[in-house]
């Protein structure tokens, strides 16, 4: 492939224009003009940034780069001279390539085949992140929102409550699933009983594998612990204690 | 730059939004012209791929049957000095992906918007590979998608020195049918089984027939504020409502293509049972319905004491009430001396029934939370938030659930229907309370300092009522318990970090961060070992960021994550080590413009990530029950972007991702589950300014999977190709 690409490259470097191309989501022309620019039009983003997560990593010192708005939107000078409009800015909510320029483990883990889809417009990174004010991850601090609403406020099913609740769920959703991406199914962080076995193992002194008071040696040969006839509802039930639906 | 992309997932045929249009922007005046707004995208691709076009659908989600319409569409106009109306749309047919909204804002009036937007998820219908006879079982094998609508309404009311209103409704719905992980026994694995259990060393008995899930949901939810800033002082009030009425049928299917022979195999003296006469089938669903009404009524206020101080609470009550019902119908066939028969929930005398109810009840929930916090600035450059956050959470609930039951005496072919009537109640009370602290320092010149620390403590009492049935002769005994549990939960989070940025050309960043949890159970009842016992679990790490502008046309960006994690469980067992987990993540990003006419953009992650739980610690024929979760891989992605001329640029793509974590020896004794897969996409865009208004894009390409751990029943591999004209007008 690289070769290929090279081959491409090689191929029509005689022939370039005169132009100056970047890498999206750069904005080629644009310099930078400083956030106080952003703050008399864009009031309602700006107004609380200061208790941003992302508002931690400014540096005093301007002169070493923005730290700003202008870190994630690009520089703003053409979308002020334009007196603004969608072209001459980045805005993050359609294209992921402005988180991604810092969090390049998400740029990965999004590429995988479990994943949510934040490619093709229907989802985005501040669906579930507020990059303007309070924690970037929902709910955690001393926040007023529950963690877990950032996932239930779409998968209203598993949100409970439930007659037998699951307290794995207490410790939020993301304590089994990675939501960025995952190898596994369903974005699980692990595909086998390991998932479960990390809070539940109970070992004999004759090295049995207990989880209760049950040994499940022989059962863990068939099937992860949410397999059917098992742990199915691994999320919650109204029904049955072991979280068999 | 527009998001609405084909042929699309990273690691698919291209590798992110930007390389879907072929975006080489110029600063020049000849420069591609970017369409804000007044513009109409008309694009369509094909996928004539080989091989498993569920599978195709579910890791590309893109339609294998191809895909068109209006892309994009922006109509902007000005309809009188103040008011405006934006129109935005999409209509992409075949890959069921919808959108109309209208937006109006007038000035100093404020804004109505209202539209409906609708997507498509795709899922496969696959189960697991068992790799010893080469055996893949799927019931329907058809590609399955869920749809997610939404149509809503949101309006603003900014009238000049009067209170803002807003109003915002939504109503949801999130339908179709999807794959789930909760797969059905099989002994269809060739692995011998003998009538006497004791030479069965390992169990043939694998769970790898595939499940799928019914979902029809529907989420409505209503919310009206006002806020006013009095001096100082801004208040905010809201009010809102919400709606939930889920319905979702799972289906349930074990032992397809087995039936047990009658009169039954004799274990004296032992034979070899025929696979298939290992066990009887269990063919039926699960269907979980919720219908939910509540409402939230809160406030938040906030006030600027001086430039230095500012203080902020929050206050929320939220009651809801939920209608629950279920059935679970699963019929059990059976052979018997007068020939087959097929009743829900079979059993014979001693059995255990085949697990099969219905259910109704009621569940409510009532959750007071409350926060309040000062933002303290002593100096500009130190930011400090401390806050402390409440809630009073109860929750009571009680279910009535009817088991169905059928006896069967196999010698006669008697069925003898049975039901009996088994109570679930909850009685919840939670009170965790949060505080939390912020603080930031950007005294030193080229360095911004942070930290943050949480605790979360939490008092709990549980109190269930349960009732549920076992084997007991010709009957089945519903069995009755009554527990109280009390729950302590301590949770600590803390993290400290620096961002560094001596000269512009280099900055890092450093984030120390720890988790320490603690989860106590303890109380009375009929519990079991194993409902009480204590959890520790610990997480530390650290991510770390370098960015180097090597050159004016040269950056590296580096990223180094790692962590740890252990859980450890206390019983009357003792004390072990249940969980330990490793990741190391490493990526880098390099952005090279080697001309002013060309880009190249690399991007590689490679990650370790394991988890060990039972694996070094039991004994015996256990360590061959499970081994470690692997969870390793890499994946990257290139792209080169040139303007070929003043109408013309030309990008190159490729994409790659591999995961080896399939181990098929491990068939012997369960089923590997670890992934082994690689994909790779190599792709040729073209995009042609055919005026000032005009823009046509092209792009061909060609992908190639393969999966190890579905055996290669789900590899597929062939060209793909989008095109779409770009019109402004």
Known sequence: ???????????????????????????????????????????????????????????????????????????????????????????????????????????????????HNIYNGNMSCSDCHDPHAGNAIKGTGASIEAENETCTKCHTAEKGPFIFAHNAMKEGCTACHNPHGSVNAKMLVARDANLCLRCHLEVSAAGTLMAGSEDHRSRLNSSTCWGQGCHEAVHGSNISKPLRY | MKANLLLLRAAGLVAGAALMLATVRAADSDSFPTFASNYITIGGSGSPVSGSSAAFQRYTQQSVNGVGGIQDFNFNYDLSKNLNVDVNGKVLAGQGDYLADVKLTQTDFGTFEAGYKRFRTFYDDIGGFFPTNNIWLPISRRPLYVDRGKFFVDATLTLPNAPVFTFKYSNETRTGTKDTTIWGDSDLTGVPISSLSSRNFFPANRKILPAYLQLNERQETWEATMSKTFGNTNVLLSVGGDRIKNIDTRNIDRYVGELKPYPAIPSNPPSIIPNNFANNPNTGFDQQGTDESGYTVGGRVETTLTDQVTLYANLNYRHASADIAAARLIAGPMLTAVGLVSPVGSFTSGGRSVYSYTSTGKIKEDIVTGNIGVQYKPVPDLYLDAALRGEDNKVTGNNQATYVANYVVQATGVVTPLTYSAPQSLDNREKPWTPAVDVRYTGIRTVSLYGTWEYRSTSQDEKNGYSSIGPAGTAQAV???????????????????????????????????????????????????????????????????????????????????????????????????????????????????????????????????????????????????????????????????????????????????????????????????????????????????????????????????????????????????????????
């Open chain 2, 479 to 729: 069995s009755a318990e009554a527990d109280a549990t009390h729950i302590k939960e301590h949770h600590q989070n803390a993290t400290v970090g620096a961002n560094w940025s001596p000269v512009a050309m280099f900055n890092a960043r450093a984030e120390l961060f720890v988790k320490d949890h603690e989860n106590r159970f303890s109380g009375f009842g009929a519990n079991n070992l194993g409902d009480l016992y204590n959890l520790n679990y610990d997480i530390k790490g650290a991510k770390l960021s370098a960015i180097l502008h090597a050159l004016p046309q040269l950056t590296f960006t580096t990223r180094y994550i790692v962590q740890r994690g252990k859980a450890q469980v206390q019983d009357a067992l003792g004390t072990i080590t249940a969980g330990d987990s490793r990741s190391y993540t490493l990526g880098e990003t390099v952005d090279w413009n080697p001309t002013k006419s060309t880009y190249v953009q690399a991007n590689v992650n490679l990650v370790y990530d394991t988890i060990i739980s039972s694996y070094p610690q039991v004994s015996g024929l256990a360590t061959t029950v499970l081994h470690n979760a692997d969870n390793n891989y890499w994946d990257g992605n290139v792209i080169l972007g040139y303007a070929v001329d003043k109408s013309m640029d030309l990008q190159l793509g490729a994409t790659y991702y591999k995961a080896d974590n399939y181990n098929a020896a491990l068939a012997a004794f369960t089923l590997p589950y670890g992934a082994g897969e690689q994909e790779s996409t190599v792709t040729v865009g073209l995009k042609y300014k055919v005026d000032v208004k005009t823009v046509i894009s092209a792009k061909v390409g060609y992908l190639n999977r393969t999966n190890d751990t579905t055996g290669g029943y789900t590899n597929f591999r062939g060209p793909a190709a989008y095109v779409s004209v770009e019109h402004a007008f």
């Open chain 1, 1 to 115: 492939m690289m070769g290929g690409a090279a081959w491409g490259l090689l191929l029509i470097s005689c022939m370039m224009a005169d132009r100056t191309v970047v890498a999206p989501p750069q904005i080629p022309g644009a310099t930078y003009v400083g956030t106080k620019e952003c703050t008399h039009c864009h009031e309602e983003e700006t107004g609380h940034f200061a208790t941003a997560t992302h508002a931690k990593l400014a540096i005093a010192d301007a002169k070493v780069g923005n730290t700003g708005c202008e870190a994630c939107h690009g520089p703003g000078s053409l979308h002020v001279k334009a007196g603004g409009g969608k072209g001459t800015i980045i805005n993050p909510k359609k294209s992921p390539e402005a988180c991604f320029q810092c969090h390049l483990d998400k740029r990965g883990q999004f590429a995988l085949p479990n994943t």
